[in-house]
């Protein structure tokens, strides 16, 4: 079992740092956390590249 990576991201709402937790053992998902400061629902969008990295993209709720 893996524990969860602790990443930063930016908020594309915002525009805050945030450090979040992600579990990349899960393979490929698609989830919505709120943003700590604004409160805003983030999409995150994991997927595999090419080369079998995890690959986490944030999204606003509307793009």
Do not use: N, W
């Not at 579990?23 to 805003?40: F, I, L, N, P």
Request: proline share 5%; hydrophobic share 35%; net charge negative.
């Amino acid at each position: 079992m893996h524990d969860p990576e602790e990443i930063i991201i930016y908020c594309p709402y915002c525009g805050e740092a945030l450090d979040v937790l992600v579990d990349t053992s899960a393979g490929e998902q698609k989830y919505y956390e709120d943003c700590a400061v604004c409160c805003s629902p983030i999409l995150f969008v994991l997927s595999e590249d090419d080369a079998g990295e995890m690959v986490i993209d944030v999204k606003r709720d509307d793009e």
